[in-house]
């Protein structure tokens, strides 16, 4: 067995945090979880459905790694990525590191995992592996799915090698900090102002504000929208709130980082960002109550009342990212 030593091993609510907590504890840097999603600008919004989707897919973050890449530019850490269409050179690059005393992070299919509770198909899973042994990898993942779990080393590689929507290729990744790192309190204006910018000027109509707006005109013909409602639309819900996101599409966790910012920096901007975002998080929770009501009940007034309540979350949400886009760097 090989394990490296005094690996913290807490399991947070997002899976990218988790395994970048893990990762960035093991370098001496211990931040909240809150403070890892904001450095990393990690908020977003995205409305996708396509003729091949079963059910339209709502995504509250940026895509998968975009906030492990912010994170490591933002505090100047080297950031080393191998990614391979060979299992067994993957084997090697998370072995290597792992022999040589260093936790590493990994992307995968969550699908394969046989801890995991849920069984559908998401590519973008993040874990932080520390450990191995002839037949398992010891893993962390979510608090959700237990923290520090482990996977048998066949499911491992079969959920590395998973093609299809937000899939890498066997990535494996570890993070470095430098000798001094760069402050966190330093960098908080720059990601906030970045995550703000992209919010509100977003390449397509299915992004940031806009794409909860186009959420807003959508949801209403949610019931007609094929398959079977009374599953679709409770499992789109129980998405939206307790699929390791922190609850209301990762509006929380963005939430406590302003709180967390505003105790640092004192902005008026902050203070005024970080209470849209609490009123956020609140309908966020509300809407999607009222989506999986109908699904339940088969109530289209139900979708109505919930369109409703989007087009305010569009605009809350779009006051708040203007007030943080003019933060000015202290």
């Given at each position: 067995m090989v394990m490296v030593k005094d690996v913290d091993v807490r399991g947070m609510q997002h899976c990218e945090t988790t395994a970048l907590g893990v990762l960035l504890r093991h370098e001496g840097l211990d931040l909240s979880e809150p403070m890892l999603f904001g450095l990393g600008s990690g908020l977003s919004f995205i409305y996708w459905d396509g003729k091949n989707m079963d059910f339209p897919f709502l995504g509250g973050r940026v895509k998968p790694f975009e906030l492990t890449r912010n994170l490591a530019a933002a505090l100047g850490l080297e950031l080393r990525v191998e990614e391979t269409t060979s299992p067994r050179k993957a084997w090697r690059n998370v072995a290597g590191p792992i022999d040589a005393g260093r936790p590493v992070g990994l992307q995968l299919d969550s699908y394969h995992l046989d801890y995991f509770t849920t069984k559908v198909h998401f590519g973008g899973h993040v874990v932080a592996m520390y450990g191995y042994d002839e037949q398992r990898a010891y893993l962390v993942d979510t608090a959700q799915q237990g923290g520090a779990v482990s996977a048998g080393l066949a499911a491992l590689a079969r959920a590395r090698a998973q093609r299809?929507?937000?899939?890498?290729?066997?990535?494996?990744?570890?993070?470095?900090?430098?000798?001094?790192?760069?402050?966190?309190?330093?960098?908080?204006?720059?990601?906030?102002?970045?995550?703000?910018?992209?919010?509100?000027?977003?390449?397509?109509?299915?992004?940031?504000?806009?794409?909860?707006?186009?959420?807003?005109?959508?949801?209403?013909?949610?019931?007609?929208?094929?398959?079977?409602?009374?599953?679709?639309?409770?499992?789109?819900?129980?998405?939206?709130?307790?699929?390791?996101?922190?609850?209301?599409?990762?509006?929380?966790?963005?939430?406590d980082f302003l709180a967390e910012c505003a105790q640092l920096i004192d902005s008026s901007r902050l203070r005024t960002g970080h209470r849209l975002y609490a009123e956020a998080a609140a309908l966020w929770t509300q809407v999607a109550s009222l989506i999986a009501a109908a699904g339940e009940s088969g109530d289209e007034d139900k979708l109505v009342q919930a369109a409703s309540v989007l087009h305010d979350l569009a605009r809350i949400e779009r006051d708040a990212m203007r007030e943080l886009s003019m933060l000015q760097d202290h």
């Open positions: 299809g929507p937000m899939t890498a290729r066997h990535r494996s990744f570890t993070l470095t900090a430098p000798t001094r790192p760069a402050s966190p309190e330093d960098r908080i204006v720059p990601a906030v102002k970045s995550c703000a910018d992209a919010f509100l000027n977003p390449p397509i109509a299915n992004l940031g504000y806009r794409g909860i707006e186009k959420t807003a005109q959508q949801v209403p013909k949610w019931l007609r929208r094929g398959g079977d409602p009374r599953e679709d639309l409770p499992r789109a819900a129980v998405l939206m709130e307790r699929a390791g996101t922190g609850g209301a599409l990762f509006r929380n966790l963005y939430r």
